[in-house]
């Protein structure tokens, strides 16, 4: 076989095997023309090379044509015309967002609700700011805008701030000097009702070994002692007891409530 | 609605092989159908053609989204667990019924659909279009947006290829 593809064998067929290739589709589906598929036939039949492809095809062809069409089931019909039915609600919003089609390279990023949830945060904390620190934004005019005003309104807010807090912790300082004050004006009551509430022995026992010399008190408060001193000891005990002014005055008095 | 819905039922069915695949595509196209017959213009080519190309597009997608999934079973393979069945090259090696004859039986159909399963895409639809859907070259390559010439060239190889394939696989079949 020649390598132009033409069959010397062959005389009335001058086609070659591109050229049948190229007709075999069309020859296996029967639209060749008369002359053509004249041709095809009497190449397809002498060529050794060609003959097996269209018998492929051909083949092929039958097979597939033997396939019988399908029956979709029963339910089917009513199943897409129930989810049709289903469409039209959503059907004008999709015709609705596609005025946006073109901010949705930018929007799509922004609208993942990461992002949402970062942007309510952050708008509810310049809220929360806003509300603490007493702005309106329903009073808020463009002339608050500008800078100078915005920052005269945060100076006066962050001396307003510091004055108010410095105010409330001096308040406090004061708060617990009261009630320090207090506290020792009660501590002092109740000692002298406690030193008035003391009851006196009637017999007292004496008790050489726990009576205290003068010279043994070491405490921080001799004037107590001392005083408990003159109102536990009888008079007979004084008596006794070394000689000094303030004892003889005492002793003095005893007698004259007993003469009494 | 009928007569498309039988249409694109085949058409899904033959190139996916499977019935539940088939029933959702053609939901799905009968969907996407519904939302976009705005767009459809009666200028650019017949409905059944836009029917087609909606169906063939939305079955590229398909394709494209199981092709991991997709099983790769040999046609040597017995469809039945049984080890005593026989397989499709035996049952296809049963020289007693002529080959019109065997191919109106069940298991031959199968067959044939095994091997359309196992060609190209590319391939695959343009023999379904031409052979089971009866559209003409014209039509196909305007679904296709491909060259006539390349729609003739894909059917005729699909048709030999898909003989070659069974025979090759049962040998005394052809």
Not at chain 1, 74 to 86: C, D, F, G, H, M
Request: glycine fraction near 4%; charged fraction near 25%.
């Amino acid at each position: 076989m020649p390598d132009q593809g033409h069959n010397p064998n062959l005389p009335n067929a001058a086609m070659t095997h591109a050229e049948f290739e190229g007709l075999l589709c069309e020859a296996v589906d029967g639209t060749l023309s008369p002359a053509d598929q004249e041709r095809f036939n009497a190449h397809g039949a002498g060529c050794d090379l060609c003959a097996p492809a269209l018998a492929f095809a051909q083949q092929g062809h039958r097979l597939v044509r033997g396939l019988p069409e399908v029956e979709p089931p029963a339910y089917l019909l009513q199943k897409i015309l129930n989810v049709t039915s289903e469409v039209p609600a959503r059907a004008p919003r999709q015709q609705e967002s596609r005025r946006w089609t073109g901010l949705r390279p930018f929007f799509g990023v922004v609208l993942q609700p990461r992002f949402g949830m970062s942007f309510a945060m952050a708008f509810f904390s310049v809220m929360l700011m806003l509300n603490v620190t007493g702005v309106k934004v329903t009073d808020l005019r463009y002339v608050d805008l500008r800078p100078a005003a915005v920052k005269s309104s945060m100076v006066r807010s962050y001396y307003e701030t510091t004055g108010r807090a410095q105010k409330y912790y001096e308040n406090l300082r004061f708060v617990y000097q009261v009630q320090s004050a207090l506290r020792d004006l009660r501590n002092a009551t109740n000692s002298d009702d406690t030193q008035q509430e003391q009851p006196q022995p009637q017999q007292p026992q004496p008790k050489p070994q726990q009576q205290r010399q003068p010279g043994d008190n070491t405490s921080e408060q001799p004037q107590q002692n001392n005083q408990r001193y003159s109102a536990e000891r009888s008079p007979m005990q004084l008596a006794a007891a070394p000689a000094s002014n303030n004892v003889h005055q005492i002793s003095f008095c005893a007698d004259d409530r007993r003469t009494a | 609605m009928r007569q498309y819905q039988r249409r694109i039922y085949n058409l899904c069915y033959r190139f996916t092989g499977s019935a539940d695949e088939a029933e959702d595509l053609t939901q799905e196209v009968f969907i996407k159908m519904y939302r976009s017959l705005s767009s459809y213009d009666l200028e650019r080519g017949a409905f059944v053609s836009w029917v087609t190309t909606l169906t063939r597009n939305l079955l590229v997608d398909h394709f494209r989204k199981t092709r991991q999934e997709r099983l790769t079973d040999s046609l040597d393979a017995s469809p039945t667990q049984d080890e005593d069945a026989p397989t499709p090259a035996q049952q296809l090696a049963d020289t007693k019924a002529g080959p019109e004859q065997r191919v109106q039986s069940g298991q031959t159909q199968k067959l044939v659909q095994a091997a359309l399963g196992k060609l190209s895409p590319e391939l695959r639809e343009a023999v379904i279009l031409r052979d089971l859907q009866d559209m003409d070259y014209r039509e196909i390559a305007k679904v296709l947006k491909v060259p006539e010439g390349t729609v003739k060239s894909r059917i005729n190889r699909g048709r030999t290829e898909l003989a070659r394939l069974l025979q090759r696989t049962h040998r005394q079949v052809m």
